[in-house]
């Protein structure tokens, strides 16, 4: 089931998206194609034969709004007279007076250029575009210049498949190849633990408690030991391997139940353990950390064994409780 919701939130964030891309087409959000006025100022003459000169870029802040039908906000960088915008950039001549310049766009730039240069890929700071000037003369405000920036398309649905499904799907894929050795490793020590008999001696160590927990099950039903097995495999941070522990742990419990369908307490009050158990070596966690780069994975093991048992400790009192209500066993006693 869990599957086909996220199935439905990829489809629905898809066509959203595709819905803002169309809106974007249809309004022309991103001018393509469309030429802008900026003024160049070239720190030393620009030399053809450069690969790359640096220079700034000078942009009339009402011709910007005009221009995209939007606000530019006040960037440090900000001429003295207040109307005109200022960017660094660099500038690749291609003979004739046409040339690629790129715009550095980070900081406080306009929120629409940002936007451009991310969906342009590359480096997400620099804006690039086709340049032609309209002057060769270096007036006051420098060497005028008509600036088309390369197109840009499909935005939003690039940062649904690119940015967010694939890249953290990459990301899933890396830290699951990353836990393959540490949890070959712990589940190695668990299969030791288990033939040294450390595993029973647990079990007998909590055979008394479990016995006060599920009065209703017999101590030596197999239910009873499937539980202790997958209580001592969560304790050593092993929920890999405590799963089909678990599962055969409510096979066997559902075997005591007088109304299938129903949960009995013993079920409630396994579940409840199960998803709080104490850990005493949270090793799927330590895993998880060393996989992402941590630089001391073990440092959350005093946290991991306080919280896990405050959590314990709260909903066993919970489920026992809400099992005494007058209210639950009138239910039971209506069915």
Known sequence: MLNYIW????VIGVLVAVAYDVNDFWEDTYRNGQALEVALAFDRPSDESRSEVPCSVYVSRKRFEEFYGV???SVDNSTPRGDTLSFQGSFISAGHGVGVLTIAVGGEAPRIWKEMAEAQGGNSSSLRGRVAFASLENGRGGILAQFVADPIKFVKLNKVTNEGAIRHAKIAVEIAIGLIGI???????MKIAEHSGL??????GLRPVMRRL??????????????????????????NAATPLGLKAMEEL????RRLGTATDAMCTFLVINTSNVQLIP?????????AGSASPPEI?????????????????????????PGYRKQLKAE
């Not at 017999?218 to 009873?224: G, K, N």
């Not at 946290?303 to 048992?309: D, E, G, P, Q, R």
């Open 254 to 257: 559902n075997k005591l139940n």
């Open 183 to 189: 949890m070959a490793l712990w589940l190695g020590v």
């Open 283 to 291: 090793a799927t966690v330590i895993a998880i950390r060393a996989a």
């Open 301 to 325: 093991l005093g946290a991991v064994m306080l919280a896990t048992s405050i959590s314990t400790v709260v909903g066993v009192v919970t489920v026992k409780l809400l099992a005494k209500l």
């Open 199 to 204: 595993i029973a001696k647990i079990a007998r």
């Open 7 to 10: 199935l439905a939130l990829i």
């Open 71 to 73: 606000s530019a906000p």
């Open 214 to 239: 599920f009065p209703d099950v017999p101590a030596e039903h197999p239910a009873m030991g499937a539980m202790i097995m997958n209580i001592a495999a969560n304790m050593l941070g092993l929920a």
